[in-house]
T-cell receptor, first 109, second 113 residues
Framework: GQNIDQPTEMTATEGAIVQINCTYQ??????LFWYQQHAGEAPTFLSY??LDGLEEKGRFSSFLSRSKGYSYLLLKELQMKDSASYLC??????????WGAGTKLIIKP | IAGITQAPTSQILAAGRRMTLRCTQD?????MYWYRQDLGLGLRLIHY???????GKGEVPDGYSVSRANTDDFPLTLASAVPSQTSVYFC????????????FGQGTRLTVV
C-alpha cells in the first residue's frame, strides 16, 4: 500500500530552527509537496520537490532524496505565526496526491 | 478576490438526509478535487475532475457523488448521510491534473447526527 509517515507533533522555540521529516512509500513518484495548515483553515502550498536536493524559499527549505524515500522541511528563525500543521504529500504514478497525517508544530516563546 | 468558495461553512445534518456541498472557483482551473480531513488521518481524496465533463473516483468515493457540468463548479452530494461522513470537507483546484500546486477552499465542517 501507499504510505506517508511524519511525526505527529513537534515543539520548538521562537527564533530557533526545526526540521520536520517525511518518509514515503508510494506507487510511483511525481513530486513531493509541503503544505502549511493553520488550525481551522485551508492548507496552503509551501514547496515542491521533484529532483533530489534542497529547495530554499526564504525561511523555509525543503529537501528530497528519492532513493531513500525521504524529505524534510526546515524552518529557520521560527516565529509564533509558524505554529501550524505541516502536511507532506506525494504525487503517485497516477498524479494523485497521497497525504501524510500532518505534523503539528508548537512554537514556544 | 480570485479563489475557491465553498458553501456552507458548516452544517449539522440528520442521518439519512441528502446534502450537496457547493464549490466554485474563478481561476479557470481545469482540475478540481474533493477531500475529507479527519483527525489523525491525512487528507483523503473522494472524487476528482481533470476537466469539465469528466470525473473520477478517489480513495474514498462510497456514499458520495460529483458532477462537473462546467469549469467553475464542482458540487459534492451525499445521497443519504451517515455519521461516518462527519468530517471537514475541502474542495481544491489546480491548473491541470498533473500540476504542481493545488489551491484549497476554506472547508465545510459537516456533522451527521
Amino acid at each position: 500500500g501507499q504510505n506517508i509517515d511524519q511525526p505527529t507533533e513537534m515543539t520548538a522555540t521562537e527564533g530557533a530552527i526545526v526540521q520536520i521529516n517525511c518518509t514515503y512509500q508510494t506507487s510511483g513518484f511525481n513530486g513531493l509537496f509541503w503544505y502549511q495548515q493553520h488550525a481551522g483553515e485551508a492548507p496552503t502550498f509551501l514547496s515542491y520537490n521533484v529532483l533530489d536536493g534542497l529547495e530554499e524559499k526564504g525561511r523555509f527549505s525543503s529537501f528530497l532524496s528519492r532513493s531513500k524515500g525521504y524529505s524534510y522541511l526546515l524552518l529557520k528563525e521560527l516565529q509564533m505565526k509558524d505554529s501550524a500543521s505541516y502536511l507532506c504529500a506525494v504525487k503517485d504514478s497516477n498524479y494523485q496526491l497521497i497525504w501524510g497525517a500532518g505534523t503539528k508544530l508548537i512554537i514556544k516563546p | 478576490i480570485a479563489g475557491i468558495t465553498q458553501a456552507p461553512t458548516s452544517q449539522i445534518l440528520a442521518a439519512g438526509r441528502r446534502m450537496t456541498l457547493r464549490c466554485t472557483q474563478d481561476m479557470r482551473h481545469n482540475a478540481m478535487y474533493w477531500y475529507r480531513q479527519d483527525l489523525g488521518l491525512g487528507l483523503r481524496l473522494i472524487h476528482y475532475s481533470n476537466t469539465a465533463g469528466t470525473t473520477g473516483k478517489g480513495e474514498v468515493p462510497d456514499g458520495y457523488s460529483v458532477s462537473r457540468a462546467n469549469t467553475d463548479d464542482f458540487p459534492l452530494t451525499l445521497a443519504s448521510a451517515v455519521p461516518s461522513q462527519t468530517s471537514v470537507y475541502f474542495c481544491a483546484s489546480s491548473v491541470r491534473g498533473d500540476d504542481t500546486e493545488a489551491f484549497f477552499g476554506q472547508g465545510t465542517r459537516l456533522t451527521v447526527v
